[in-house]
């Protein structure tokens, strides 16, 4: 049995026993607790990294050396120097690496099983759409697109592919901020009355699609207060009614032409509790995310970067000491799993929309200066930490 997976044709043979349920008893078996089991020491699920840029090079590359369940098969890249340096560094095999023309040959390629869509946002419907139709699973990088309707449209492409998508939200699998999700959402500390959070960096344009409006859809909002958004969204348990938002001055700098410096809005959830924002690319923020609840309070300061995560409580209870582990591994071993076991991801592309429809609206909000409803946006929440 342990063997079973390393040829294609008796993977894919395993694959269709899951598929067709037999998965669900063979998992629950006390001799096969996980029929993951199966997968180790032979094939990983192989994953093609789409955009070999900042995040790719300096946290998934890296990630994809520690997984279980996965592991770097691909790449897709428009710079052929980039793909010879990780044939060379990561032993991505020539045959694995596709330019942005070449990119839908992956269908022919049965050592892919995920493709990761890591570009700039404007991009990542095109390559999502792309991969559905080449037949891969997909992870898709935060925010998950750029529009309503695009993000509408990946997920019926992938609903038609068969295949699972899910968005790049690193920190529904790191501790601390689950913890947030438990405390929050079990109402450990009585009910939360008011949150706060915030997240920026000051912005020295490496990056000069960050503040291209075409390729960014948007400044800070989009790339750090997404988090913001986030954490507030899973440490109260609710998506909200209603935000208010307010754009805040040009720096001075030049590079706010075509996207904002920066933005604070307050969102307002159906029982009343206020969620206060603040995001910038003109300020470097520790990142925050507060909730003071009936009898306490409860933080994150740093919340949301990749390492050097810490919490504090009201109590002093120690339920915020944790530790700091390799986000992006936890969160690619995951979707393997999902994928292996046939069982939905907690971050699929419709908590993206559900994101996208909510910045969309706080956008609305600081544009016109009026309160805009957010009743239509999706409702999903993570609850996997609240069980
Ligand atoms: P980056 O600029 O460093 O990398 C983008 C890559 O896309 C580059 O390799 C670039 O060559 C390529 N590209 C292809 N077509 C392009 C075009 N037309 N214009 C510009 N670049 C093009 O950016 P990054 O920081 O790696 O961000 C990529 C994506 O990952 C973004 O969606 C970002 O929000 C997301 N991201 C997520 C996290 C996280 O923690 N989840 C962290 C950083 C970035």
Not at 56 to 77: D, E, H, I, K, N
Not at 94 to 115: E, G, H, L, M, W
Request: hydrophobic share 40%.
């Amino acid at each position: 049995m342990p063997d079973l997976l390393t040829s294609d044709t008796s993977r894919r043979e395993f694959m269709r026993t899951l598929s067709l349920g037999a998965g669900g008893a063979l998992a629950s078996s006390s001799a096969l607790a996980s029929p993951l089991r199966w997968l180790a020491p032979g094939r990983k699920l192989g994953v093609a990294l789409v955009g070999l840029g900042k995040y790719s090079t300096g946290q998934l590359a890296p990630a994809l050396q520690q997984t279980r369940f996965c592991q770097l098969a691909g790449v897709v890249t428009g710079s052929p120097a980039k793909a010879a340096q990780w044939q060379k560094q990561y032993g991505v095999p020539a045959k694995s690496c596709y330019d942005y023309q070449t990119f839908d040959r992956i269908i022919d390629n049965p050592a892919i099983d995920i493709v990761y869509v890591v570009l700039p946002n404007a991009l990542h419907a095109e390559y999502v759409v792309r991969a559905a139709q080449a037949g891969k699973h997909v992870i898709c990088e935060k925010p998950m697109a750029t529009s309503v309707a695009d993000a509408q449209h990946m997920i019926a492409a992938m609903k038609k592919a068969g295949k699972q998508l899910s968005v790049g939200y690193r920190l529904h699998f790191e501790p601390h901020n689950q913890a947030m999700m438990r405390l929050g959402q079990t109402q450990a500390y009585g009910k939360i009355n008011h949150l706060a959070a915030d997240n920026g960096f000051k912005f020295g344009n490496d990056t000069p699609w960050r503040v291209n409006k075409e390729l960014s859809g948007g400044g800070p909002l989009m790339d750090m207060g997404i988090y913001c958004l986030q954490g507030c969204l899973y440490t109260k348990g609710q998506v909200p009614v209603s935000v208010t938002a307010k754009f805040t001055p040009e720096t001075g700098t030049g590079y706010f032409k075509e996207v904002e410096a920066g933005l604070s809005w307050q969102m307002r959830f159906a029982d009343g509790t206020l969620a206060d924002c603040r995001t910038s690319y003109a300020e470097n923020m520790p990142g925050r995310l507060r909730a003071d609840a009936a009898s306490g309070w409860f933080e994150l300061e740093p919340a949301f970067g990749y390492g050097g995560l810490a919490g504090k409580t009201s109590k002093n209870d120690g339920l915020l000491n944790l530790p700091n582990i390799n986000q992006q591994a936890a969160q690619l071993d995951d979707f393997a799993q999902c994928v292996l076991q046939n069982k939905p991801t907690r971050v699929p592309g419709e908590m993206g929309l559900r994101d996208v429809q909510l910045l969309a609206a706080i956008y609305r909000a600081a544009e016109t200066g009026q309160l805009v409803s957010t009743k239509d946006a999706g409702q999903l929440i993570d609850r996997t930490n609240a069980r």
